[in-house]
């Protein structure tokens, strides 16, 4: 998870005002090859929703492996791109 002051000092880095619009900085962290998912968090967190956040923390959660999760092979073997 990101830090909101993590967030404000590398758009200060990269000379983003902190008050600047949504799509520059949507463009600077693109730019900077941020994952879309970090974008959107990066988002969330200069609106301040608490709320939003925790929304956002626990579906990215949702979405790591488990060892409990049942992968086929033909899965398994697409994410790590072998044959």
Do not use: C, Y
Request: glycine share 2%; hydrophobic share 40%.
């Amino acid at each position: 998870m990101l830090d909101r002051q993590f967030v404000e000092s590398f758009l200060r880095l990269n000379n983003v005002n902190a008050n600047a619009s949504t799509e520059d900085v949507k463009t600077t962290l693109a730019q900077a090859q941020w994952h879309p998912e970090e974008i959107e968090e990066a988002l969330l967190l200069r609106t301040g929703d608490e709320a939003a956040i925790r929304a956002f923390a626990q579906k990215q959660q949702e979405k790591k492996f488990r060892p409990d999760m049942e992968w086929s092979s033909q899965k398994l073997s697409s994410l790590l791109g072998t044959d």
